[in-house]
Each structure stands twice: as C-alpha cells, then as structure tokens.
T-cell receptor, first 115, second 117 residues
Framework: AQKVTQAQTEISVVEKEDVTLDCVYE???????LFWYKQPPSGELVFLIR??????QNEISGRYSWNFQKSTSSFNFTITASQVVDSAVYFC????????????FGSGTRLLVRP | DVKVTQSSRYLVKRTGEKVFLECVQD?????MFWYRQDPGLGLRLIYF???????EKGDIPEGYSVSREKKERFSLILESASTNQTSMYLC????????????????FGPGTRLTVT
C-alpha cells in the first residue's frame, strides 16, 4: 500500500527563520514520483516540484530546497529565510507505477509565517 | 497561461438535492480529476477521466458520478447530496501519463466549498 505521512500538522515561525517540512512515504514500487504542492489561502494548489525515484540529487530553487533520501523514505522541504507570503498549506504527494494516474497526498502541513 | 476554472467558489445545497460541480480547463489536457479535501485527510481522489467519455473510480467514488462529454469539461455530480459531502472540491488536469508511468504535474482549480444542510 502507498502512503504519505506529514506528521507536522501546523508550524508557526517568525519571518526570516528557516523551516523544514517533513514528508515520509511508503511504497513497494521501485519506480515512483514525489511531489510538493503549495495551497495558499486562495485555495488553488500550486505545483512546486516533482522528483523521480532514480534521482536522489537534492534540489534548490531560490529559497526552496528539497532533500530526497531513499534510505529513510523521506522527501523533506526547506524554506530558507521564510517570508509572510510563504504562509500556506503544503502537501507532499506520491505516485507509484501501479497507480500511474493517481496522486496519493499527505494530510498537509499548515505553515504560518509571522511578521 | 494555464487555467482550470470551477463554476462556483461557494455553494450551499439542501440534503437530497442533485448537485452539479463544473470544471473547465483550457490546456487541452487529456486527464482530469476530481478530489475532495477535508481537514486532516489531505486530498482524496473521487474520480478521474483520461479521455472524453472515459472515467475511472478513485478512492472514494460512493455517492458521486461524473460526466465528460467534451475534452475541456469535467463535471462532478452528487446524485442526492448528504451532509457528509460537505467539503472542499478541487478539480485538476494534467498531460497523459508519460514513459515508465511518469505522472506529470497536475494543475488545480481554485476549489468549490460545498455546504450541504
């Protein structure tokens, strides 16, 4: 069975702090894809990143970085120097070979960045 | 610019009513999806469609049906609304699955918050 766990329900930080959102996944497939989406207060989920299981290289995009570790089945997301505009709900999701049309979402982490 | 639109942002219906939620995408995507989002549960897939008139059940299809008569439009139907269908409903679209099952990113609409009283 495939599963995504985001253990942090809500995180509150002060602006300019670094924050890491955790994501742990379960799958028996050797080929799979991991995603992060952001849901701002407007409600529309915004795609942030997709990684496949064969590429464990960490990725950095501006203030965002992602740490993919197959050994611990984790795909964590770090925001450096957080800003108020980063306040949103963040979802981690998994798609594995035997459910190629389906995204399995975690329950989401609500991030509040206070000025 | 990529665009997925949903017919209503907020909707209030009575128990037993038939409810239609409409979704339109302008990206010529093959795949379209309906999810519901509930606190603590994330997004759960209700139905998806990979082509016109084609549909597949997702994880929680009970109480719902769908219609896809045109490529750009995917409708979610609540045949007889019940209070446990009060939720946020999100529509999404994506390119077809690629090589080795690669799943392309999904583009989401703004959601419809449905309240059934």
């Amino acid at each position: 069975a495939q599963k995504v766990t985001q253990a942090q329900t809500e995180i509150s930080v002060v602006e300019k702090e670094d924050v890491t959102l955790d994501c742990v996944y379960e799958t028996r497939d050797t080929t799979y894809y991991l995603f992060w989406y952001k849901q701002p207060p407007s409600g529309e989920l915004v795609f942030l990143i997709r990684r496949n299981s064969f590429d464990e290289q960490n990725e950095i995009s501006g203030r965002y970085s992602w740490n993919f570790q197959k050994s611990t089945s984790s795909f964590n997301f770090t925001i450096t120097a957080s800003q108020v505009v980063d306040s949103a709900v963040y979802f981690c999701a998994l798609s594995a070979m035997d459910s190629s049309y389906k995204l399995i979402f975690g329950s989401g982490t609500r991030l509040l960045v206070r000025p | 610019d990529v665009k997925v639109t949903q017919s209503s942002r907020y909707l209030v219906k009575r128990t037993g009513e038939k409810v239609f939620l409409e979704c339109v995408q302008d990206m010529d995507h093959e795949n379209m999806f309906w999810y519901r989002q509930d606190p603590g549960l994330g997004l759960r897939l209700i139905y998806f469609s990979y082509d016109v008139k084609m549909k597949e059940k997702g994880d929680i299809p009970e109480g719902y049906s769908v219609s896809r008569e045109k490529k750009e439009r995917f409708s979610l139907i609540l045949e007889s609304a019940s209070t446990n269908q009060t939720s946020m409903y999100l529509c999404a679209s994506s390119e077809p699955t690629g090589l080795a099952g690669a799943l392309y990113e999904q583009y989401f609409g703004p959601g419809t918050r449905l309240t059934v009283t």
